[in-house]
C-alpha cells in the first residue's frame, strides 16, 4: 500500500517545548513539502526538500526546522521560538519537482501547545 | 497584492443538482490550476489539474474550466451527492514556480 503517514494524529505539547512531527512516504517520490493549515486559512508552506539532504524555507519557516536524511522521511521540528504552534500540520510528497505533478497529502497532525 | 479567492460562505445544494465552484485569482499568471478534496481532519486529496493553455478538463462528474482573461476556474460536480460534501480547495502554480498556492476552500454541502 503505497502513501504517506504522519504519526501521531494528535499531539499535546506544554508551551517551551519542541517538538519532532513525523512524515514518510513510500511512492519514491523526490519532493516533500511540509504545510500548517489554520481554521479559515489557506495551506501555509513551510519548508520543501527537492531532493535528499537539500531543503529551503517556505513562506512561514520562522521557528521551524527539517531534516531530509533519507528520501522517504520528511521529519519536521516545531521549536520553542514558534509563537503560535497550534495548527494542523501536513506534509505532502510530489513524484518530482516539476509543474503539472499533484501533490500527495498525509493524513496531517493536529498539534496543541498549552 | 496576489490573491487567490474563493467562496468563504458555504454552499448549500440539494441531491442530484449541480454544484458550481469559484477561484478566483489576482496578480497571478498561472501555468496551472489544480482543485483538491479536503474532508474534516484529513489531507486533500486531488482532483484536477488544467493548465492554462486549456479551457476545460472533465474527469467523471467533475469538470473545471479555465479562464485567463476573467482570471477565474469554475469547478463543476454534475449530479451532486451527499457524499460530495467536503470543502474544495483551488491551488495555483506560476510558470517557473512548481509550488502551488491555495486558496482558503469552499465547504461543499449537498442535502439529500
Not at chain 2, 491551488?91 to 439529500?112: C, D, K, M, N, Q
Request: glycine share 8%; hydrophobic share 25%.
Amino acid at each position: 500500500d503505497g502513501g504517506i503517514t504522519q504519526s501521531p494524529k494528535y499531539l499535546f505539547r506544554k508551551e517551551g517545548q519542541n517538538v519532532t512531527l513525523s512524515c514518510e512516504q513510500n511512492l519514491n517520490h523526490d519532493a516533500m513539502y511540509w504545510y500548517r493549515q489554520d481554521p479559515g486559512q489557506g495551506l501555509r508552506l513551510i519548508y520543501y526538500s527537492q531532493i535528499v539532504n537539500d531543503f529551503q524555507k517556505g513562506d512561514i519557516a520562522e521557528g521551524y526546522s527539517v531534516s531530509r536524511e533519507k528520501k522517504e522521511s520528511f521529519p519536521l521540528t516545531v521549536t520553542s521560538a514558534q509563537k503560535n504552534p497550534t495548527a494542523f500540520y501536513l506534509c505532502a510528497s510530489k513524484k518530482r519537482e516539476t509543474s503539472g505533478y499533484e501533490q500527495y497529502f498525509g493524513p496531517g497532525t493536529r498539534l496543541t501547545v498549552t | 497584492s496576489q490573491k487567490i479567492e474563493q467562496n468563504s460562505e458555504a454552499l448549500n445544494i440539494q441531491e442530484g443538482k449541480t454544484a458550481t465552484l469559484t477561484c478566483n485569482y489576482t496578480n497571478y499568471s498561472p501555468a496551472y490550476l489544480q482543485w483538491y478534496r479536503q474532508d474534516p481532519g484529513r489531507g486533500p486529496v486531488f482532483l484536477l489539474l488544467i493548465r492554462e493553455n486549456e479551457k476545460e478538463k472533465r474527469k467523471e462528474r467533475l469538470k473545471v474550466t479555465f479562464d485567463t482573461t476573467l482570471k477565474q476556474s469554475l469547478f463543476h460536480i454534475t449530479a451532486s451527492q451527499p457524499a460530495d460534501s467536503a470543502t474544495y480547495l483551488c491551488a495555483l502554480g506560476e510558470g517557473g514556480s512548481y509550488i502551488p498556492t491555495f486558496g482558503r476552500g469552499t465547504s461543499l454541502i449537498v442535502h439529500p
